[in-house]
């Protein structure tokens, strides 16, 4: 059997982001409509004989979030922490829940020592659906697999 034949491997398998959620300190931000992080691996080049290899000197955490503007609340709790001195942290948890999954499993990304790196507090665009994105940084020893599709 070919290996895009085997049930595990069919289009349906796929996970769809339709199925994704975020959470911020374990409150599922419903307005969220994308969502993304990663870990950038930082190098140092290391001379090897005649050749240039390369050294892991650090990880660096950071990703984006674009919100659906519903509500001002996190803004507004945001831009309060930021203007009396504090820099506001939270946990991100994020989820895929597709239910055609393999075996019905889920994903969950939980990321810890989140910090946001920019505070968009108003604007639009006349006749659309307004959105902000966010960019935000984190500490990669403070993220997790919490669940994996296997």
Same mark, same amino acid.
């Given at each position: 059997?070919?290996?895009?034949?085997?049930?595990?491997?069919?289009?349906?398998?796929?996970?769809?982001?339709?199925?994704?959620?975020?959470?911020?300190?374990?409150?599922?931000?419903?307005?969220?409509?994308?969502?993304?992080?990663?870990?950038?691996?930082?190098?140092?080049?290391?001379?090897?004989?005649? +050749? @240039?290899?390369?050294?892991?000197?650090? /990880? *660096? %955490?950071s990703?984006?979030?674009?919100?659906?503007?519903?509500?001002?609340?996190?803004i507004?709790?945001?831009?309060?922490?930021?203007k009396?001195?504090?820099?506001?942290?939270?946990?991100?948890?994020?989820?895929?829940?597709?239910?055609?999954?393999?075996?019905g499993?889920?994903?969950?990304?939980?990321?810890? +020592? @989140?910090?946001?790196?920019?505070?968009? /507090? *108003? %604007?639009?665009?006349?006749?659309?659906?307004?959105?902000?994105?966010?960019?935000?940084?984190?500490?990669?020893?403070?993220?997790?697999?919490?669940?994996?599709?296997?």
């Amino acid at each position: 059997m070919a290996l895009g034949n085997t049930p595990d491997n069919r289009g349906f398998r796929r996970v769809s982001g339709g199925w994704g959620t975020m959470y911020m300190d374990g409150v599922e931000i419903f307005e969220c409509t994308e969502v993304s992080a990663e870990i950038e691996v930082q190098r140092s080049d290391v001379l090897v004989g005649n +050749n @240039v290899d390369s050294k892991i000197t650090g /990880l *660096a %955490g950071s990703g984006s979030f674009t919100l659906g503007h519903v509500y001002t609340r996190h803004i507004n709790n945001a831009l309060t922490q930021l203007k009396e001195g504090h820099d506001p942290r939270f946990t991100m948890s994020i989820v895929l829940d597709d239910p055609d999954a393999v075996g019905g499993q889920r994903e969950q990304i939980d990321i810890g +020592n @989140v910090w946001i790196n920019n505070l968009n /507090l *108003a %604007g639009f665009t006349r006749g659309e659906i307004v959105e902000k994105e966010y960019e935000f940084g984190f500490t990669p020893d403070d993220a997790d697999i919490a669940e994996g599709i296997y």
